[in-house]
Antibody, heavy 120, light 110 residues
């Protein structure tokens, strides 16, 4: 069945970097846009970034633009989120999600999330 | 990229209907049909329940329906059941080619 599994989360100090991965299976990964979404503890959903099916275009939320980058390796069915200059307010559960079509949403398949804690 | 505005909480008795609003702007909800709704139970992953304003994915109860007027989208839950108690988030495509989520609404079944 279709599945997304995130990894790479953990505890990191402010100012450091972390790379998250999202392994996809059960569907044609290279055919769909992919998103990253995060949820701070007890808070709502915050959209972060999208990448097109072929990696040709990428868009970011203002809150992470210039600090986070998104990429994908279709040969490995894997999505990535490179997070630099991390701040304490980046602490959240990070989800990857599949776009139902291209890049406009909706997000019809979500992973279980990986927890990132930014703390000194 | 301000979050779409939703009421913090909505409640209803079993069997009743409730409606959750999602107010955006002329840069997101207004011009686009790419408006979706997600249900999230505590400790669980968000689940898509409405897409393209009013379409339901396969397997989603027809008690959930969506609509849009101007810059405001709405989710209606008919025949409210205890299992509907959850957080609900709207989202929209934007003129910046990004997505934006709503602030979230906690639905309580009395």
């Amino acid at each position: 069945q279709e599945q997304l599994v995130e990894s790479g989360g953990g505890v990191v100090q402010p100012g450091r970097s972390l790379r998250l991965s999202c392994a996809a299976s059960g569907f044609s990964f290279s055919s769909y846009g992919m998103h990253w979404v995060r949820q701070a503890p007890g808070k709502g959903l915050e959209w972060l970034a999208v990448i097109s099916f072929d990696g040709g275009y990428k868009y970011f939320a203002d809150s992470v633009k210039g600090r986070f980058s998104i990429s994908r390796d279709n040969s490995k069915n894997t999505l990535y989120l490179q997070m630099d200059s991390l701040r304490t307010d980046d602490t959240a559960l990070y989800y990857c999600a599949k776009d139902r079509r291209g890049n406009r949403g909706p997000l019809d398949l979500w992973g279980q999330g990986t927890l990132v804690t930014v703390s000194s | 990229q301000s979050a779409l505005t939703q009421p913090a909480s909505v409640s209803g008795s079993p069997g009743q209907s409730i409606t959750i609003s999602c107010t955006g702007t002329s840069s997101d909800v207004g011009p686009y049909t790419s408006v979706s709704w997600y249900q999230q139970h505590p400790g669980k992953v968000p689940k898509l329940i409405i897409y393209d304003v009013s379409n339901r994915p396969s397997g989603v109860s027809n008690r959930f329906s969506g609509s849009k007027s101007g810059n405001t989208a709405s989710l209606t839950i008919s025949g409210l059941q205890s299992e509907d108690e959850a957080d609900y988030f709207c989202s929209s495509y934007t003129s910046s080619s990004t997505q934006v989520f709503g602030t979230g609404t906690k639905v309580t079944v009395l």
